[in-house]
């Protein structure tokens, strides 16, 4: 697999910047021949078991059982046994929590990344108050990477607080399977690919999903994905505000080779160059999808089509696109949709969101 980040217009530190991280990236697919000839790696050792989580130690060995299907079995919070040890801001001398994956494998002489290969359900439940605080580190999210047929799905990250350096997220660092039905809330910062909920979405799947957190970072920022590379962003959305260097946008940083579609954003975007709405670079496909021109003080995206808030909250904009939706009563959802509104009165939300 390769990193092709494609035209740049960055200074030369963020040149700098980007190269770093993708020469990273690279080796965390597999090692100097990326899948040549002689390209071996050693398999994780198989599961040992179905986990079912109830207390943030149960969390806490999902990274030694990445393969495994895992069920998130109540709330998660600063109540909860493990939480000083393992989450809150005075765990491990004051990093807060150890992000799942990647795990390293060296063989012979090259090391292979791991994240999550199987399942984590979270059927609704929150994993809330999360600290991390890893500046000089990459992948820093609850989960650090999500292999080739991982899946993250039915699960919120709330009031999350994450300080990393490239990756940082507020749910998944590098996704390369899929995340779905899941978001995020808090305050995320970082360098280069930030994203609200996922930094890197590296030929993987975010769908009706959304993140309200507040991101801020320096290069490939954006309020759900920082860098979507040959990735798909589906009926999702972002309301935090979004502030970077360049390549910022209210929901996805960088669009390369990737698709976004039937999305949208509302939070306060800025930065320097680069900078859009929705989308602050993009080379492939916008469609669909929409921004608040007002209250994200953007009047220009790499990609979608921007809207008054009063445009953003009238059911028409949403039918005229093709969005399966649905006008619903205040306090009421009707989930045979994918999108409920109250029109007039509220943005899009998702039928399944609490």
């Known amino acids: 697999m390769k990193i092709l980040p494609g035209p740049r217009r960055y200074s030369y530190a963020a040149r700098v910047g980007i190269f770093l991280v993708a020469a990273a990236l690279i080796v965390g697919m597999g090692g100097c021949d990326g899948g040549g000839d002689g390209y071996n790696p050693p ?31 109540n709330d998660l919070d600063s109540t909860t046994a493990g939480y000083d040890e393992l989450a809150s801001p005075t765990a491990n001398q004051g990093k807060g929590w150890q992000p799942i ?62 300080t990393g350096k490239d990756l940082a997220n507020g749910l998944v660092g590098e996704n390369n399977g899929t995340v779905s039905n899941s978001y995020s809330s808090g305050n995320v910062t970082g360098e280069v690919a930030v994203g609200g909920l996922v930094g890197y979405n590296n030929e993987g799947t975010v769908s009706n999903s959304y993140s309200t957190c507040n991101v801020t970072g320096e290069d490939l920022v954006g309020g759900l994905v920082g860098w979507n590379f040959y990735g798909t962003v589906g009926n999702s959305y972002s309301s935090g505000n979004v502030t970077g260097e360049d390549g910022v946008g209210g ?104």
């Open 251 to 354: 929901l996805v940083g960088y669009n390369y080779l990737g698709t976004v579609s039937n999305s949208y954003s509302t939070g306060n975007v800025t930065g320097g160059d680069l900078v859009g709405g929705l989308v602050g670079e993009n080379y492939d496909t916008v469609s669909n999808s929409f921004w608040d021109t007002e209250t994200s003080g953007q009047a220009t995206s790499a990609g979608g089509t921007g809207k008054t808030t009063a445009q953003m909250k009238n059911i028409t904009i949403f039918l005229v696109a093709g969005w399966n939706i649905i006008s619903v009563a205040p306090g009421s959802t009707n989930t045979t949709y994918i999108w409920n509104i109250v029109n007039g009165v509220t943005y899009p939300f998702l039928s399944w969101q609490p």
């Open 101 to 162: 994956g990647p795990i390293i494998i060296n063989q012979g002489g090259n090391d292979y990344y791991y994240g999550i290969e199987g399942t984590f359900d979270g059927q609704g439940y929150k994993i809330c108050d999360l600290f991390i605080n890893r500046p000089g580190e990459g992948y820093v999210g609850l989960f650090g990477s999500v292999d080739e047929g991982g899946i993250i799905k039915n699960v919120g990250v709330v009031n999350v607080t994450v």
């Open 43 to 73: 398999p994780l050792p198989p599961p040992s078991q179905n986990l079912e989580i109830r207390t943030w130690y149960d969390l806490d060995a999902v990274r030694d059982n990445l393969a495994g299907n895992h069920t998130l079995m």
